[in-house]
């Protein structure tokens, strides 16, 4: 269905990038992964990855925390007819007690690198009469919780950034939408469990019931898999008329 498109996927050495990258390629589509480091192992990710799916796949490190790199990321991969804004980090304090170096660094990377590579995206999407950019938000750009200001504050802005780039892009074969995932299970989250487990003193199951989902009624993490195949239906034709909009993936979460 895809094949034909060139797919970026910013922050996709792992865990939702990653899962989305695999979707996109599985799709047909050839794929650019990004992140800010430049291993062996980076580029070695990218090549595993297109010969699974029989697609073009290579990996261009770029640092979402600098404006000019998120824009060199797209010049350097010479088309874009998909943009996924993925990367983003997290830290977790009082907004009296919020470090202003971290306030900073989660604004750049969880939002204004979106603005960067959209647009330098934009006019090449133009110049083909189709695009399809894809945001990873959150439930957390939807709501709020306590301590995470930078995340929550970021995350309202890419939908806010979203809804704008759909009505500047209306008509004219480009859509523009937000993901906005529940808990997913990560290497990141899967890493927790254990953690958890011995702080609650609870099993695994138990703790990720009663600890980690507590506000996502289905009590099921939502995985990579579906955050791909909710990328894959909005690059698809039947999402043609789908823009300016967020799409929940969060077992319920936002329906509270
Ligand atoms: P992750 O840590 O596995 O992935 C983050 C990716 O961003 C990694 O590939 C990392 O290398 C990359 N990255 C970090 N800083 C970067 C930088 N400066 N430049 C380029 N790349 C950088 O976490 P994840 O859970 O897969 O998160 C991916 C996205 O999904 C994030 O935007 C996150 O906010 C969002 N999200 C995650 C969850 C969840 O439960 N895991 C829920 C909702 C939204």
New binding site residues.
Partial sequence: MLKGKTAII?????????GVAEELARAGASVVL????DRAEDHQLAADLGARHGVAARYIA????KGAECRDLIAKAGACDILVN?????FVAPIDAFPVEKWDMILA??LSSAFHTTAVALPLMRAKGWGRIVN?????GLTASPYKSA?IAA?HGVVGLSKTTALETAGQGITCNAIC????L????EAQIPDQMKVHGMDRETVIREVMLLRQPSRQFATVEQIGGTTVYLCSPAADQVTGTTISVDGGWTAL
Avoid: C, E, R, W
């Fill in positions: 910013t922050g996709s050495n792992s865990g939702i990038g990653l990004n992140s800010f480091t770029a640092d979402m925390s993925n990367a983003g980090i997290q990377i969880n990873i938000a959150s439930a957390h995340y995350k995932p529940g808990y997913v990560t290497p990141l989250v």
